[in-house]
């Protein structure tokens, strides 16, 4: 029997005389993690991953995710009455290929044009002409989800250049300069973390990303920048002016933009910008597609930045380091939940300065839940027992920069086979953080080093090795990345640079037992030059111990040993001054040399 959400869809569906209805995963700009108020996928399905797109008729519905939420899709969708499409996996068809099967002849198919990408919109009406039908453009949900949460409307703030390293204006100019090269006259932006860092502002209209709701559009003179009404207080609006940037109202962006673009040659990503905004652009000149060029400069962190980023993850690492010595001390000792440990963990991240609220929701996954790669805990989550594994993937937003760890822990007693692929995991780890390649290599070209240990007896891991990081921004943020299989837009395929930063987190996850994973952030930096080119290297900027109670020395070799020694060695000199007594003690013992 279908969610009584979907039937109300179906019902407005009728009413309107649609065929097929998609529902994606997002908000006008296209943001990983949407609003409450642009939550509808969620809100019909009942799936609460933050990847996934819906697709509902007369008699059928499916949902398509990736590998990181297949478990979590499979209870949460059962017995919805909606199908869940493996994304990814041998023989599971791809959206457009279902939307196109299932599309009645002469049918309507329908979507909000301002949550539906260019690109994917482009893929839908190719997919309406075939079936000789028609696409219409309207928020369904709007009609059924009668307690819809209203857009958020938070105050911005600015950020200061002893942190950005970098003046609005001089960012401006950077991006004009593509502009030039492109002979473009406007250049749109609608990402969010891409206005953010052009304007040297942040907000919190997203959780857990520092962004602020807006669009941007920028000429080769000034630019304009549409945010909510009240969000701006009157100092940002008068330096904003003075660089050349006329606030105006969010709800008027679509309005202006056929008129401020009129005739123009106009810049812009269309898998990143909306259907809605890019059909403004059909009285424009001329179209320039292409990447937003400040995705790749906000990607390149400058000499500011990268200092501040290492500031900001000694303050993690603090915090970290405490929560694993509290969690090892009090365990078996006392009632601990997985709810209770990352609140905890929370509290140690609210003791640093500048810390502005977790990167992204924690996760504190116990013995079987590890093996959910992205387990949305409920309630206050599993009772923890000192026995096996407790992995814990969490990250901070300070002034200084974005942290992303994830450490596995052991709570007491574990397998000979838990350790083995525990330290599976370590050795992929250690040696994609220990690389040494030329320019011009790619994540593509690395993913496999930490894959290596685990392909080398048969096992995997179903998630990307790595996602680049942003300056106080996103913590998912391209184009940068470790993966081996390429998406369709070639995102996160980007030649590596010193200055980015990005994810080591190799892992591995046996069904209805646990999971394991361990994460550092890397810094790309300049190696030795010689003959050859310019070699590249990385910098681990995440600081905390990794648990040698679950390593299994035997599985190391020397090279293993020395990579996981001098790591500890740097997470011993670096926080050591942070601590005394017994958690003093604790760090010596938990990075000792092996």
């Given at each position: 029997?279908?969610?009584?959400?979907?039937?109300?869809?179906?019902?407005?569906?009728?009413?309107?005389?649609?065929?097929?209805c998609?529902?994606?995963?997002?908000?006008?700009?296209?943001s990983?993690?949407p609003g409450?108020?642009?939550?509808?996928?969620?809100?019909?399905?009942?799936?609460t991953?933050?990847?996934?797109?819906?697709?509902?008729?007369?008699?059928?519905?499916?949902?398509?995710?990736?590998?990181?939420?297949?478990?979590?899709?499979?209870k949460?969708?059962?017995?919805?009455g909606?199908?869940?499409?493996?994304?990814?996996?041998?023989?599971?068809?791809?959206?457009?290929?279902?939307?196109?099967?299932?599309?009645?002849?002469?049918?309507?198919l329908?979507?909000?044009?301002t949550?539906?990408?260019?690109?994917?919109?482009?893929?839908?009406?190719?997919?309406?002409?075939?079936?000789?039908?028609?696409?219409?453009?309207?928020?369904?949900p709007?009609?059924?989800?009668?307690?819809?949460?209203?857009?958020?409307?938070?105050p911005?703030?600015?950020?200061?250049?002893?942190?950005?390293?970098?003046?609005?204006?001089?960012?401006?100019?950077?991006?004009?300069?593509?502009?030039?090269?492109?002979?473009?006259?406007?250049?749109?932006?609608?990402a969010?973390?891409?206005?953010?860092?052009?304007?040297?502002?942040?907000?919190?209209?997203?959780?857990?990303?520092?962004?602020?709701?807006?669009?941007?559009?920028?000429?080769?003179e000034?630019?304009?920048?549409?945010?909510?009404?009240g969000?701006?207080?009157?100092?940002?609006?008068?330096?904003?002016?003075?660089?050349?940037?006329?606030?105006?109202?969010?709800?008027?962006?679509?309005?202006?933009?056929?008129?401020?673009?009129?005739?123009?040659?106009v810049m812009?990503?269309s898998?990143?910008?909306?259907?809605?905004?890019?059909?403004?652009?059909?009285?424009?000149?001329?179209?320039?597609?292409?990447?937003?060029?400040?995705?790749?400069?906000?990607?390149?962190?400058?000499?500011?930045?990268?200092?501040?980023?290492?500031?900001?993850?000694?303050?993690?690492?603090v915090?970290?380091?405490?929560?694993?010595?509290?969690?090892?001390?009090?365990?078996g000792?006392?009632?601990i939940?997985?709810?209770?440990?990352?609140?905890?963990?929370?509290?140690?991240r609210?003791?640093?300065?500048h810390?502005?609220?977790?990167?992204?929701?924690?996760?504190?996954?116990?013995?079987?839940?590890?093996?959910?790669?992205?387990?949305?805990?409920?309630?206050?989550?599993?009772?923890?027992?000192?026995?096996?594994?407790?992995?814990?993937?969490?990250?901070?937003?300070?002034?200084?920069?974005?942290?992303?760890?994830?450490?596995?822990?052991?709570?007491g007693?574990?397998?000979?086979?838990?350790?083995?692929?525990?330290?599976?995991?370590?050795?992929?780890?250690?040696?994609?953080?220990?690389?040494?390649?030329?320019?011009?290599?790619?994540?593509a070209n690395?993913?496999?080093?930490?894959?290596?240990?685990?392909?080398?007896?048969?096992?995997?891991?179903?998630?990307?090795?790595?996602?680049?990081?942003?300056?106080?921004?996103?913590?998912?943020?391209?184009?940068?990345?470790?993966?081996?299989?390429?998406?369709?837009?070639?995102?996160?395929?980007?030649?590596?640079?010193?200055?980015?930063?990005?994810s080591?987190?190799?892992?591995?996850?046996?069904?209805?037992?646990?999971g394991?994973?361990?994460?550092?952030?890397?810094?790309c930096?300049?190696?030795?030059?010689?003959?050859?080119?310019?070699f590249?290297e990385?910098?681990?900027?995440?600081l905390?111990p990794?648990?040698?109670?679950?390593?299994?020395?035997?599985?190391?070799?020397?090279?293993?040993?020395?990579?996981?020694?001098?790591?500890?060695?740097?997470?011993?000199?670096?926080?050591?001054?942070?601590?005394?007594?017994?958690?003093?003690?604790?760090?010596?013992?938990?990075?000792?040399?092996?």
């Open positions: 029997m279908a969610r009584k959400e979907i039937e109300s869809l179906r019902e407005a569906m009728k009413s309107h005389w649609i065929a097929l998609v529902i994606p995963t997002a908000d006008p700009h296209g990983e993690y409450e108020h642009f939550k509808a996928r969620k809100y019909l399905s009942g799936f991953g933050s990847a996934g797109t819906l697709a509902v008729s007369a008699d059928w519905a499916g949902l398509w995710t990736d590998g990181r939420y297949f478990l979590q899709a499979e949460q969708l059962a017995g919805s909606i199908t869940l499409y493996k994304m990814g996996e041998e023989g599971v068809p791809s959206l457009e290929e279902e939307v196109e099967r299932r599309l009645s002849e002469r049918g309507i329908a979507y909000d044009g949550v539906v990408s260019r690109r994917l919109g482009q893929a839908l009406r190719q997919i309406a002409e075939k079936k000789d039908g028609r696409i219409r453009l309207i928020d369904l709007e009609e059924v989800w009668k307690e819809r949460p209203a857009r958020a409307k938070n911005v703030f600015s950020l200061e250049l002893c942190y950005a390293g970098e003046s609005r204006e001089e960012k401006f100019s950077r991006v004009r300069e593509v502009m030039k090269k492109e002979k473009a006259e406007f250049h749109v932006a609608t969010l973390d891409d206005i953010a860092w052009l304007t040297n502002l942040r907000g919190s209209d997203v959780a857990c990303n520092p962004v602020f709701l807006s669009y941007l559009v920028l000429s080769m000034k630019a304009w920048l549409f945010a909510e009404d969000a701006l207080a009157e100092e940002i609006r008068s330096e904003l002016l003075e660089d050349g940037v006329q606030v105006c109202s969010y709800d008027d962006f679509f309005r202006d933009l056929p008129s401020i673009c009129r005739y123009k040659t812009a990503d898998s990143r910008v909306n259907e809605q905004a890019w059909s403004c652009f059909r009285r424009a000149g001329n179209v320039v597609d292409r990447p937003n060029p400040s995705s790749e400069m906000k990607a390149v962190k400058n000499p500011v930045e990268a200092e501040n980023i290492r500031k900001a993850h000694v303050k993690d690492g915090a970290v380091t405490r929560f694993l010595y509290w969690l090892k001390k009090n365990i000792q006392r009632s939940t997985e709810g209770q440990a990352a609140a905890f963990l929370e509290r140690c609210e003791m640093g300065e810390y502005f609220g977790p990167s992204f929701s924690t996760i504190a996954a116990y013995g079987a839940n590890g093996a959910v790669v992205h387990y949305g805990m409920e309630g206050e989550g599993a009772l923890l027992r000192p026995e096996g594994f407790l992995l814990v993937d969490s990250g901070g937003q300070y002034l200084e920069g974005t942290t992303d760890i994830t450490r596995t822990i052991a709570l007693a574990l397998s000979a086979e838990q350790k083995k692929h525990f330290t599976a995991v370590l050795r992929g780890m250690l040696a994609l953080g220990d690389a040494k390649f030329l320019q011009g290599c790619r994540g690395l993913d496999c080093i930490a894959r290596e240990p685990l392909w080398a007896v048969g096992l995997d891991y179903q998630h990307g090795t790595g996602h680049g990081v942003g300056y106080f921004l996103n913590v998912h943020e391209g184009p940068n990345g470790f993966r081996w299989k390429l998406p369709p837009e070639g995102t996160e395929t980007a030649v590596l640079l010193p200055g980015m930063v990005t080591d987190e190799p892992g591995f996850y046996l069904e209805g037992e646990y394991i994973r361990i994460e550092n952030l890397l810094l930096r300049k190696g030795e030059r010689n003959r050859y080119g310019q590249l990385f910098e681990h900027l995440t905390a990794v648990d040698l109670d679950a390593v299994d020395l035997a599985e190391l070799d020397e090279r293993d040993k020395k990579r996981l020694n001098g790591y500890h060695k740097q997470v011993r000199e670096a926080l050591s001054p942070y601590f005394e007594g017994e958690e003093l003690q604790w760090l010596e013992e938990a990075t000792r040399a092996v």
